[in-house]
Each structure stands twice: as structure tokens, then as C-alpha cells.
Nanobody
Framework: VQLQASGGGLVQAGGSLRLSCAAS????????MGWFRQAPGKEREFVAA????????YYADSVKGRFTISRDNAKNTVYLQMNSLKSEDTAVYYC??????????????????WGQGTQVTVSS
């Protein structure tokens, strides 16, 4: 599976961005999908995940109520709508997919394939 993330950029605090992650190479709808992020000098951390049907989602507490993960299986794409952005949201954002049974948790070891990342910078 190949994953291509896009949509990052520079935005002012309080603004919004929508990230996209396009998948190819296998049946997209078989995989649950996740978004992670990594700030300079920090470990990669979980942001949000969505089940293969899109019927279940899970969020890190730090983004709950501000970010929304969704997917369009017809377009082989997962999205991350980010609203009310804060300077602490600045990071490289990665999408990933998992062949495992859906579990609503933040375990990045569950993910099998990763995209290349897209930079999000929030200016205060």
C-alpha cells in the first residue's frame, strides 16, 4: 500500500486546514486508517483513527472537538479536518493504515504502512 499525504501548510492560530491521504496498491476499504504527528525533538504521537467502514473513530484528547477524521472509500482517501488550530499542533503529520481488527486506541505499532508526511505550521 502506498500512502500520499497532502494539504499541509502555514496557518495562523485559530485557523483551519484539511489534510488528505490518498491510498493506492490495495483495497483501501480493508484498512483502518490513522493520523499521527511528530514535532521537532518529540516522538511521533497519535492524533486520530477511523475504522474501515468509517463508522467508528477515535481521537487523542489533545485534538478532540477540534479535529475530525473521515474517509471516502470510493476515492481511496482519508481526511483530517483541523479547526481551531494552536501553535502546539505544529508538526509533520503522517497517515498510516492498519490491517488489524479495528481497536479504538493510539497504538502506532498496529499500523503497517505509512505515508511520507506533510508539514503543518501554526503561527501564533
Amino acid at each position: 500500500v502506498q500512502l500520499q499525504a497532502s494539504g499541509g501548510g502555514l496557518v495562523q492560530a485559530g485557523g483551519s486546514l484539511r489534510l488528505s491521504c490518498a491510498a493506492s496498491g490495495d483495497t483501501f476499504s480493508r484498512y483502518s486508517m490513522g493520523w499521527f504527528r511528530q514535532a521537532p525533538g518529540k516522538e511521533r504521537e497519535f492524533v486520530a483513527a477511523i475504522s474501515w467502514t468509517g463508522g467508528s473513530t477515535y481521537y487523542a484528547d489533545s485534538v478532540k472537538g477540534r479535529f475530525t477524521i473521515s474517509r471516502d472509500n470510493a476515492k481511496n482517501t482519508v481526511y483530517l479536518q483541523m479547526n481551531s488550530l494552536k501553535s502546539e499542533d505544529t508538526a509533520v503529520y503522517y497517515c498510516a493504515c492498519s490491517r488489524s481488527r479495528w481497536v479504538p486506541d493510539s497504538n502506532k505499532a498496529r499500523y503497517d504502512y505509512w505515508g511520507q508526511g506533510t508539514q503543518v505550521t501554526v503561527s501564533s
